[in-house]
């Protein structure tokens, strides 16, 4: 198997190993706080990574924190995380999967206006394409619009800055670095958020609660190796489409976890997403640019916290 082949499979390893972390977080989210999951699932997460990459952490990595893109960085995964997983309480799997496709669609109008990267009217054209497939999803004015839908879609906003501002970070620093400042900041978000929600408190768990968060933050931690090896073997260009895997990993497992079946509409605005950042992964590799857009949502920017 050539090193592509095997790179394109890791990625749709690790993107099922964030739809399996998805799927324990909405479990959990039925019987406890958000606050004291993302608490206690990121100090799992924290653990793992100590663990298998202790390493790498050193204090001269460590003070490249301080870094104005890193602390943007880390700021844009805490709010991507809050987003997503409040919209995921309340909405299928695949629903707000299919919403979230829509990232690198945004990415490219960042890069556009704030790296001042060309993009020619195909790419407009897709893009215009991708958010009417968008706006067939969420249906705003219908029925199925809500403020979880909302949420959704601010989750996408925030992940696109957090993917922007990644090109910013140092480049000495370690992406395990990141990840474990990321999972103790969002515990400590955790914690805080515990301490000043109204309704929040603390909640007595059960076995079955911490087998789930455990669940979900193995299910990350398989993700994120996947993803690493992957980017080690792979080019980019040739793994990037792959990484729309996790919408078909979510429409499966939301049925068979959840019984969720995608409505037409659901379906329709989903395939003119992925049709649409398809055509525009396409089309940087036709252009032969020295550094895409899709770059910034290579598999080595995924979220670190949903």
Same mark, same amino acid.
Not at 32 to 49: C, D, H, K, N
Not at 177 to 191: D, K, P, R
Not at 281 to 306: C, N, Q
């Given at each position: 198997?050539?090193?592509? =082949?095997?790179?394109? $499979?890791?990625?749709?390893?690790?993107?099922?190993?964030?739809?399996?972390?998805?799927?324990?977080?909405?479990?959990? $989210?039925?019987?406890?706080?958000?606050?004291?999951?993302?608490?206690?699932?990121?100090?799992?997460?924290?653990?793992?990574?100590?663990?298998?990459?202790?390493?790498?952490?050193?204090?001269?990595?460590?003070?490249?924190?301080?870094?104005p893109a890193a602390i943007a960085r880390i700021s844009g995964e805490i709010a991507t995380t809050f987003f997503f997983l409040m919209g995921l309480m309340h909405l299928p799997l695949a629903f707000a999967t299919s919403i979230h496709q829509a990232l690198p669609l945004i990415i490219t109008i960042g890069a556009a206006f704030f790296f001042s990267e060309k993009v020619g009217w195909?790419? +407009?054209?897709?893009?215009?394409?991708?958010?009417?497939?968008?706006?067939?999803?969420?249906?705003?004015?219908?029925?199925?619009?809500?403020? +979880?839908?909302?949420?959704?879609?601010?989750?996408?906003?925030?992940?696109?800055?957090?993917? =922007?501002?990644?090109?910013?970070?140092?480049?000495?620093?370690?992406?395990?670095?990141?990840?474990?400042?990321?999972?103790?900041?969002?515990?400590?978000? *955790?914690?805080?958020?515990?301490?000043?929600?109204?309704?929040?408190? +603390?909640?007595?768990?059960?076995? #079955?609660? =911490? *087998?789930?968060?455990?669940?979900?933050?193995?299910?990350?931690?398989?993700?994120?190796?996947?993803?690493?090896?992957?980017?080690?073997?792979?080019?980019?260009?040739?793994?990037?489409?792959?990484?729309?895997?996790?919408?078909? +990993?979510?429409?499966?497992?939301?049925?068979?976890?959840?019984?969720?079946?995608?409505?037409?509409?659901?379906?329709?605005?989903?395939?003119?997403?992925?049709? #649409?950042?398809?055509?525009?992964?396409?089309?940087?590799?036709?252009?032969?640019?020295?550094?895409?857009?899709?770059?910034?949502?290579?598999?080595?920017?995924?979220?670190? *916290?949903?």
């Amino acid at each position: 198997m050539s090193p592509n =082949l095997r790179g394109a $499979l890791l990625l749709c390893v690790a993107t099922a190993g964030y739809t399996i972390n998805d799927i324990f977080m909405k479990v959990a $989210l039925q019987s406890l706080p958000l606050g004291q999951i993302l608490f206690i699932r990121s100090l799992m997460t924290a653990a793992l990574l100590v663990i298998l990459f202790g390493r790498v952490f050193k204090t001269t990595q460590f003070r490249l924190l301080l870094h104005p893109a890193a602390i943007a960085r880390i700021s844009g995964e805490i709010a991507t995380t809050f987003f997503f997983l409040m919209g995921l309480m309340h909405l299928p799997l695949a629903f707000a999967t299919s919403i979230h496709q829509a990232l690198p669609l945004i990415i490219t109008i960042g890069a556009a206006f704030f790296f001042s990267e060309k993009v020619g009217w195909r790419r +407009w054209c897709a893009v215009s394409v991708g958010f009417i497939g968008v706006l067939i999803i969420v249906r705003p004015g219908l029925e199925g619009f809500n403020v +979880w839908s909302i949420s959704a879609l601010c989750a996408v906003l925030s992940a696109a800055m957090r993917d =922007l501002v990644t090109r910013k970070v140092p480049k000495e620093l370690h992406a395990s670095t990141v990840s474990l400042t990321t999972t103790t900041a969002l515990a400590i978000f *955790g914690l805080v958020s515990i301490a000043i929600a109204p309704s929040g408190s +603390w909640q007595p768990m059960e076995t #079955s609660d =911490l *087998g789930h968060m455990l669940g979900a933050a193995v299910a990350m931690m398989i993700g994120y190796q996947a993803i690493f090896s992957a980017l080690r073997i792979g080019e980019l260009s040739f793994m990037a489409p792959f990484r729309y895997t996790g919408l078909l +990993w979510a429409t499966l497992f939301g049925y068979l976890v959840f019984a969720d079946v995608p409505d037409q509409l659901t379906i329709l605005g989903s395939t003119l997403v992925i049709a #649409s950042g398809l055509y525009t992964l396409y089309r940087e590799r036709k252009v032969s640019r020295s550094l895409p857009i899709v770059k910034s949502t290579s598999p080595e920017m995924a979220p670190d *916290g949903l």
